[in-house]
């Protein structure tokens, strides 16, 4: 198989980890016979800072023109006081919106070894696999008006939450589809009880049900879901939301797993390229510093081979060594507790690609 994949690396410790997760897919290629080759493009502060837009029209092409798209991490204090269309974050809305990824999955497994890393209770989080599905498009993040005016003498600031009837269908269907070939089981999380979007949200929810009838539809208001994630993890198979409530949830369900540098995404669209990235941001403070823990973005690699290449063999490969490193103790900074050794990110990579080695054989 030939693949080409943007890649985008982004600012603070993007660059460091998408090297990791290029080194894993170059050894996958060279072990199960897969050409894949790499267009660089620039997103976030290093592309301010060079060409004075946080998205050239140059990294759409890049992207548009790929097989998938592998994505670092955006931002750092050097951009935060730029206006808002200069914002590191505009490039990543902005290569959202231009290939319409819509549905964002975030799956939250938690590793057998790693229990002991989360702030939680380990009888709370063992056993945890859930897949939150987010709406990426639509919602309060991209609706307008967007605004600060003047009213009777005050500042008054505006923000509008939109969604079509369509957008909403596609990813409730998307959730539904997952959930079919998981354990067959949807959280649609809303917050019906106060939004007119979330009263059409649960319709159209009840309506998309009925095409499966194998999977079983619960509804949850949003505040619920916050609470439940960490009361009861393990209730939940596929948690299908809007982008906002999304956002949110998706963080908070990281931190089940103990570390942000654990845990992968994809964002996909109807056809066009996927994007994978891990779901930290650039870690300004670990920068530089060969601190990452690239497992994230690894993870990342793994879903880019299942969901973009049907390469189940190679994605379940990814995940075995994945798996072995942590539970043979390898370590990260992030993840190491105290007097434990840690690795650097390149240590990390070559223990993972020497792993993968002897998985495949
Ligand atoms: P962050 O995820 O960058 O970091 C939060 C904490 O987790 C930090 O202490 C960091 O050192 C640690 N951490 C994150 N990833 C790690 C990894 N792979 N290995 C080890 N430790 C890791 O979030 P933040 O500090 O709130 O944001 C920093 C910048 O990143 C901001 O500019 C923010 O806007 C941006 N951001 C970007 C994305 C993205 O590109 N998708 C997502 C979130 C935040």
Request: hydrophobic content about 40%.
């Amino acid at each position: 198989m030939k693949k080409n994949i943007a890649v985008l690396p982004g600012d603070g410790i993007g660059p460091e980890v998408v090297s990791a997760g290029i080194r894993v897919l170059n050894e996958i290629g060279r072990i199960f016979n897969h050409e894949f080759t790499y267009t660089y493009g620039k997103i976030g502060g290093v592309a301010i800072d060079e060409e004075n837009t946080p998205l050239p029209e140059a990294t759409v092409e890049i992207c548009k023109q790929s097989d998938a798209i592998l994505l670092g991490a955006v931002g750092g204090p050097k951009w935060d006081t730029l206006p808002g269309h200069l914002r590191p974050e505009k490039g990543l809305l902005g290569i959202r919106k231009a290939l319409q990824l819509f549905a964002n999955l975030r799956p939250v497994t938690v590793y057998e070894s790693l229990s002991e890393a989360s702030t939680l209770k380990e009888e709370v989080i063992k056993g945890v696999d859930l897949l939150i599905v987010r709406e990426l498009t639509g919602g309060i993040y991209f609706g307008e008006p967007r605004e600060r005016r003047q009213q009777n003498g005050e500042e008054v600031v505006v923000d509008t939450l939109t969604y079509t009837r369509s957008e909403i269908e596609r990813i409730v269907r998307k959730g539904f589809e997952l959930a079919a070939v998981r354990r067959g089981k949807v959280t649609s999380v809303d917050k019906a009880n106060v939004l007119e979007s979330s009263r059409v949200w649960r319709e159209v929810a009840i309506e998309i049900a009925k095409d499966f009838p194998q999977v079983e539809l619960e509804h949850m208001l949003v505040d619920n879901a916050a609470m439940q994630l960490i009361r009861n993890p393990r209730q939940f198979d596929v948690m299908v939301t809007e982008n906002m409530f999304g956002d949110i949830l998706s963080d908070e369900a990281s931190m089940l797993t103990g570390s942000l540098g654990m845990l992968p995404s994809s964002s996909l669209s109807d056809g066009g390229p996927g994007l994978y990235e891990p779901i930290h941001g650039s870690a300004p403070d670990i920068a530089g510093k060969g601190l990452a823990n690239p497992l994230a973005t690894i993870a990342s690699i793994g879903m880019m081979l299942k969901y973009e290449f049907s390469l189940e063999k190679e994605a379940d490969a990814v995940q075995q060594a994945l798996d072995t490193v942590l539970s043979e103790g390898y370590r990260t900074a992030d993840l190491a507790r105290e007097g434990e050794k840690s690795l650097s990110t390149d240590e990390m990579t070559d223990k993972l690609l020497e792993v993968l080695a002897k998985v495949t054989v």
